[in-house]
């Protein structure tokens, strides 16, 4: 193992967390600069079908995902992981009689324990948003603050998802960002009667819905072919904390970069017209809607990696079913970058940056 020195992670979110705990426990220092602004972590469902990767290397890594969450969990408490009831919508006549394995990690739960997890496990936080791309200095990298000033590291690692391109903007070109909304509820519909529909019983019963076919991942995979912005919505809903996130409609420009942000009002308008089709009642229901960027690769492989031309910077963002990803691949970079691990192994995965 080389010699610890000073690690910067920029990024809050899920993948920036769970990649400054594995690093911590591989004896590196850790600093994580967190913006504290709204991350597509905390809007997300935080499903985790383990068994949808893609045939191949990283798909066989994905079926780690469950064991990798309770490992998570019996070293640093409850962190919103469960199983829990699909159920899908859409298709033919044999929707209804499928019943997949599925999990979900709460969002909610996750994102309130994760400073805790985070300082007992040593790692030191800033918060701050980084201004500019790191600039490199003797045997290291320095980052401009704000709040904050200045910052030098050994090493940095990206993974500020849709912010990551502002921060390298030589990425490959399939690393994106889209624009997500949901209508975030405080409190579950509770059915009073027995004409509730089976949507509503589901929603209460803390089960999650989802389309069967599901848009999102066609429109991501045809954005570097846009010629103008396209959205779409894929009804659903999913548990958070007391409430419940409902819908999630999604905006891809034809840019790399995420653009002003779509005006809400209009995307709540689309959202709630589309969840209508599947349920007026829960389309109605009040709730504020938000929005954040997400990091999506077209390819649906994430950009996982050292940076070329520029040692000890690398990149770690892009994932499409983070969920599920996350957790399995962190631990790889992580050795990769403590030196216990050739780096060509992420090469077999096919999610280096190059």
């Known amino acids: 193992m080389s010699s610890p020195g000073r690690l910067t992670v920029i990024g809050g979110g899920l993948a920036g967390s769970l990649l400054a705990l594995e690093l911590v426990e591989r004896g590196q220092a850790v600093t994580l600069v967190d913006a504290g602004e709204a991350t597509a972590t905390a809007l997300s469902y935080g499903g985790v079908a383990w068994w949808a990767g893609a045939p191949g290397p990283l798909g066989r890594l994905l079926r780690q995902a469950p064991a990798r969450w309770r490992r ?43 400073p805790r997890v985070l300082a007992a496990a040593g790692v030191e936080r800033r918060r701050g948003r980084v201004l500019a791309p790191p600039q490199p200095l003797a045997g290291g990298w320095q980052l401009e603050l704000e709040p904050g000033g200045t910052l030098v590291a050994d090493q940095v690692v990206l993974a500020a998802g849709a912010g990551c391109r502002a921060l390298a903007p030589g990425l490959p070109e399939r690393h994106r960002a889209s624009w997500a909304g949901v209508l975030a509820l405080p409190a579950r519909p509770t059915p009073s009667t027995a004409a509730a529909s089976p949507w509503q019983r589901h929603a209460a019963a803390r089960r999650i819905v989802q389309p069967r076919h599901w848009q999102r991942p066609s429109l991501e995979a045809r954005a570097p072919e846009l010629g103008e912005e396209r959205w779409i919505v894929d009804p659903g809903f999913a548990p958070q904390g007391e409430g419940l996130l409902l819908g999630q409609i999604s905006l891809v420009r034809p840019c790399l970069d995420t653009g002003e942000p779509p005006a809400a009002a209009e995307m709540e308008r689309r959202l709630r017209q589309a969840l209508a089709r599947l349920d007026p009642a829960l389309a109605a229901l009040p709730g504020p809607y938000r929005q954040v960027p997400v990091a999506f690769c077209s390819g649906e492989r994430p950009l996982v990696g050292p940076l070329g031309g520029a040692a000890g910077l690398w990149v770690f963002s892009g994932f499409g079913g983070a969920f599920a990803q996350v957790p399995v691949l962190a631990p790889v970079l992580a050795d990769v970058i403590a030196g216990v691990t050739d780096p060509g192994v992420l090469a077999g995965f096919g999610i280096l940056p190059g």
């Open 72 to 114: 998570l969990q019996a070293r640093h408490g409850p962190l919103g992981w469960r199983g829990c009831g699909l159920r899908l919508h859409g298709g033919d006549w044999t929707t209804p009689l499928l019943r997949p394995p599925f999990a979900q990690v709460d969002t909610a739960v996750l994102m309130e324990a994760m």
